[in-house]
């Protein structure tokens, strides 16, 4: 099963993307994950992509699909994947459609992670992730147990450099400008579940599994 997450900053992507690893057990590729790893080791590409991180851009095309072509080129990659942040422009979901076209498949499912722009900004401000394991916390809604530590694997839980309000701010516009329009572009193809995370993540996540079970995509047990 090959899928891509779709979704605003803060609206619960990573969270569904999280779930949806576990319940089927599908390799999951995010693309900010792997950025956040090159500048954690100061490599030349997170060197560079951190330029554009900081300032609530886009990393450019070029660097970001070659990065992800590597990626799916990698064993773990054979049986499917779920993208989370990728694609981002209109240019990688073109460059993703002839990588997938070369080797004869194609995108089983787009599933678009929905939420009111009003409650965007207080979860993004408020988020914590685990700079181990990738978990996301909520200082409000979901605090960790111990302050700073991660409950699933204990190690150090922080606030993203870009998670500061004028960053997040950015980040937005540069959604609505450039990753916005996959919606359509995917809705052409008549492949995008609609996922509200309005309610809850739960609600959420049972939204895109009757989906993808009409599709014919069963849950690991
Ligand atoms: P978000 O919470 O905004 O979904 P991510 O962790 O997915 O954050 O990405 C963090 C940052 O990494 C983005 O704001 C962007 O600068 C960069 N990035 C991630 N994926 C891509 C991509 N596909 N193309 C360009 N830049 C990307
Ligand atoms: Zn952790």
Same mark, same amino acid.
């Given at each position: 099963?090959k899928?891509?997450?779709?979704?605003a900053?803060?609206?619960?992507?990573?969270?569904?993307?999280?779930v949806?690893?576990k319940?089927?057990q599908i390799t999951h590729?995010?693309t900010g994950?792997?950025?956040?790893?090159?500048?954690?080791?100061?490599?030349?590409l997170?060197?560079?992509a951190?330029?554009?991180?900081?300032q609530?851009?886009? /990393? !450019?095309? =070029?660097l970001?699909?070659?990065? $992800?072509?590597?990626?799916?080129a990698?064993?773990? *990659?054979?049986?499917? +994947?779920?993208?989370?942040?990728f694609?981002?422009t209109i240019a990688?979901?073109?460059?993703l459609d002839?990588?997938l076209?070369s080797?004869?498949?194609?995108?089983?499912?787009?599933?678009?992670v929905t /939420? !009111?722009a =009003?409650?965007?900004?207080?979860? $993004?401000?408020?988020r914590?992730?685990c700079t181990? *394991?990738g978990?996301? +916390?909520?200082v409000?809604?979901?605090?960790?147990?111990?302050e700073?530590v991660?409950?699933?694997?204990?190690?150090?839980?922080?606030?993203?450099?870009?998670?500061?309000?004028e960053t997040?701010?950015?980040?937005?516009v540069?959604?609505?400008?450039n990753?916005?329009?996959?919606?359509?572009?995917?809705?052409?193809k008549?492949?995008?579940?609609?996922?509200?995370?309005?309610?809850s993540p739960e609600?959420a996540?049972?939204?895109?599994?009757?989906?993808?079970?009409?599709?014919g995509?069963?849950?690991?047990?």
């Amino acid at each position: 099963m090959k899928l891509i997450l779709l979704g605003a900053p803060g609206s619960g992507k990573g969270t569904m993307a999280a779930v949806l690893k576990k319940e089927y057990q599908i390799t999951h590729i995010s693309t900010g994950d792997i950025f956040r790893a090159n500048i954690k080791e100061q490599t030349p590409l997170g060197i560079e992509a951190k330029k554009y991180i900081d300032q609530g851009a886009l /990393v !450019p095309d =070029e660097l970001t699909i070659s990065m $992800v072509e590597d990626r799916l080129a990698q064993p773990d *990659c054979a049986n499917g +994947y779920l993208l989370d942040g990728f694609p981002r422009t209109i240019a990688q979901a073109e460059k993703l459609d002839a990588m997938l076209a070369s080797k004869n498949t194609k995108l089983d499912a787009v599933i678009n992670v929905t /939420v !009111p722009a =009003e409650v965007i900004m207080e979860r $993004v401000v408020n988020r914590r992730v685990c700079t181990s *394991c990738g978990e996301s +916390y909520n200082v409000v809604s979901r605090p960790t147990k111990v302050e700073g530590v991660c409950d699933v694997c204990g190690k150090e839980v922080i606030q993203r450099d870009d998670d500061k309000p004028e960053t997040v701010k950015q980040r937005l516009v540069t959604y609505e400008e450039n990753t916005k329009p996959l919606i359509d572009f995917y809705m052409a193809k008549g492949i995008v579940i609609t996922a509200d995370n309005s309610s809850s993540p739960e609600v959420a996540f049972q939204q895109a599994s009757e989906a993808l079970s009409e599709m014919g995509f069963q849950k690991v047990q």
